[in-house]
């Protein structure tokens, strides 16, 4: 059974429900400039998990009138209301790694386990420069940034392919994405791997840059409670694009968590 509501902080989250007793329960994070609706193929392949997705505030449905900037320690408190009182097993991708890391280090005990799909460390100095606008409340240059980061995510060839209606409903999305990858690049590191103390499982595609693997292997190596995995061929997208691979490692995970609970 699928349940959407409107969260009291205003956030659009859809609540499916396996019929299975004892079944899991799993929050999905998504990233930057995406929706909740980007996990739809990998929730094909976890139909006896209780799944919890949302629109994070700026994205989807979860405009919440408007109220920019969107900055990293909101996105947080939004993730921890959502845990409050369900300890889960959280899966993030991308930016909403960041985030979900971010709130595993400050209430560990909402955490069953978490599983991150190339987070980022933009705030780190070797992370390369972001191609963010001077001022995040001009629109135009929110929309060129925001054009040529979805550019560089989808591919030259997507993006030409797309309809301006495709290409509007990604671009409504700007004004989130600006504010929140400039606080993340400019305020205090969101994190500290070494924090991070719950069972964690941080994964990268093998055909993903440079900069993704390279924070993936230094979470991994550095968090108390981690391991490392790889999804063979994929990129960035793996969440939508290797999705029943992804799948697989976070039943892995699940089962992992489980026994060592036991």
């Known amino acids: 059974m699928s349940i959407l509501q409107t969260h009291p902080r205003g956030l659009s989250v859809r ?4 019929g299975i007793p004892g079944a899991q329960r799993v929050v999905f ?6 929706t909740g609706s980007s996990f739809s193929r990998l929730l094909a392949h976890l139909g006896d998990v209780d799944a919890v997705v949302y629109d994070r505030r700026g994205y989807g449905e979860s405009k919440l009138g408007g109220r ?41 005990h909402l955490f069953a386990g978490l599983l991150t799909y190339e987070a980022p460390m933009p705030w780190a100095p070797w992370w390369p420069a972001l191609s963010l606008p001077r001022d995040p409340g001009n629109t135009e240059q929110v929309r060129e940034a925001a054009t ?22 990604l671009l409504v999305h700007g004004p989130a994405w600006a504010a929140e990858l400039s606080d993340a ?3 205090p590191p969101a994190f500290a791997p070494e924090d991070i103390c719950v069972p964690l499982l941080a994964v990268h595609g ?15 190596q550095r968090a108390p409670e981690a391991r490392l995995a790889t999804i063979e061929g994929a990129g960035h997208l ?15 995970h699940l089962a992992a968590t489980a026994e060592a609970k036991a």
């Open 185 to 187: 690049r400019s305020g």
């Open 68 to 108: 920019a900037p969107f900055l990293i320690e909101e996105h947080v408190q939004d993730l921890l209301t959502l845990l409050e009182g369900h300890r889960s097993m959280v899966l993030a991708h991308s930016l909403g790694g960041v985030i979900a890391l971010a709130a595993a280090q400050r209430s560990p």
């Open 148 to 169: 040529l980061f979805l550019r560089r995510h989808l591919s030259d060839e997507r993006w030409a392919a797309l309809d301006d209606e495709h290409r509007e409903a």
């Open 238 to 252: 793996g969440h939508r694009r290797h999705s029943e691979a992804l799948a697989a490692l976070l039943r892995e």
């Open 206 to 220: 093998t055909l993903t840059d440079e900069r993704h693997r390279e924070a993936t292997a230094l979470l991994a």
């Open 29 to 34: 994070v998504h990233g930057a400039m995406d």
């Open 15 to 18: 609540e499916t429900t396996s």
